[in-house]
Structures are given as C-alpha cells and as structure tokens.
C-alpha cells in the first residue's frame, strides 16, 4: 500500500516494511544454522566434528547456536500475522503460529544421542527413549509447514491475476519449487539412513531442506529487491513483458 501526498511523493506503507524485514530474518536464520554449525566446525577453538545431522549438535559446544536460532525462527513465526483462510492448508496465521511452535519443540526437546546415558533434558526431565522421538515428530510436522507455506501460502497472492507470467523465474515458481523440494529432502532422510549412503547424508539432506525454505521466505521478503531487472523477472507486478529472453541472454 502506498500513501500519496501533496508533493507527490510516494511513502510505502510501514507495515509492508515491517512484514518483508520478518521475513527476510526468517529466511537468513533458516539459511545460515546449516552454513554456521558446519563452518564452526573446521575451527578448532569449538572443539565441535562435523555431526552426523543438525539435531546432533545439541550435544556439541554449538549447542547454543542450534537451539538459539531455531528459537528465534520459532519466535518470529509466532510473531508474523499472516492472513487468515478458510482453507487450513492456506491458512497463514494458523501455519505460521504452528510451525513457530514446532520450531521451539525441535529446539527444547533434543533427539536422543547415540550414548543413552549422555541424554541432556530440558523442560521434562524424565529417562524416557520416547521423549527423544517428539524432537523428530516436532521437526517432521516443522518441515511439511515449511512446504505447505511455500506451495500453498506464498503463491495466494497471484491466484487473481490474469496476466500469464513471462519469466520462469516468476516467484510462484520459486516458492513451489522449494516447497517440492523441502518434501523431497524430508522422505530422503529416513531412506538415505537406512541405505546409510554416507556418514552425513542427514546432514547434507537437512541442510537442503533449510536452503529451499531459507531462499522461500527470502524471495517473499523480496531480499534481492522488487524493481529493476530482478523485479521483472520475479515478481509479477513488474513482469508485463518477457524477460526470458533477457534470462537467456
């Protein structure tokens, strides 16, 4: 929304501001936990491996970099007003509500590690194995939010326009691609574990999962700008005209 005023300048709502900065936070958190845990991991002042997956850094010197990042996504899930629907699966602020609270789960309620004895508690401080699975029922229902925000949410926006996109690289693209691909990581987990492909399959194959959420949340945050020759291509209030051409060249 924007305000005209007597000289003519135009002053873009705050609100707006406000939304696409959340976002870009989200998305820049998401992206950065991987990238962070695993470049912290080759100095040898944390006294940190490389770990198997990204739960298994509760258990590290990085513990507080897991934990604190995936509590300040939960909190600024929590924090975004989305629009309400009366689809559930279009349902922003009930989605995003969910998945902060998913994300807080993933954090406060670890996995278990390979050593049983070695389990560290936090709000339920019971020597129970199952405890350890509500980490991975948490983190599983986190990721398919993740999907359905970016395939089903993300996209409402154009569902009015008559104009067809002329760029391949139109956001609705980007946000179902990466949400098909958050889903594709996700199942590949438990089969790459079980084949036991490589030591850090997991790792690899969350890390992915992150990324695709990661660029979602920042594309609908507009990081890289709205206008110009970006702005064409992605989003479809500046794309009337076919940049495929400029994309190809």
Known sequence: MKIE????????????????????????????LPILLVGLSFIPFFQTNVQPSISDYYYTNLREIFTGTLCAVGLFLICYKGNKNASLWKNDYLLTNISGIMALGVALFPTNPDDFKDKIYTLIPIPEKWLGWLHYSFAAILFLIFALLAINVFTIGQENETRAPKSILNENNIYRTCGYAIIAFVILVPISESLKL??????????????????????????????GVIGQKLYQENNPVNTEKIFEE
């Not at 005023?5 to 989200?26: H, L, P, Q, V």
């Not at 490589?198 to 700008?225: C, D, M, N």
């Open 198 to 227: 490589f030591r850090y399959s997991t790792l690899v194959l969350e890390a992915l999962a992150l990324f695709a959420f990661g660029i979602a949340w920042l594309i609908k945050g507009r990081a890289l700008g709205d206008k």
């Open 5 to 32: 005023i007597n000289n003519g300048i135009k002053i873009e709502s705050y609100d707006i501001f406000t939304y696409r900065r959340i976002r870009r936070a989200i998305g820049y958190l998401g992206i950065s």
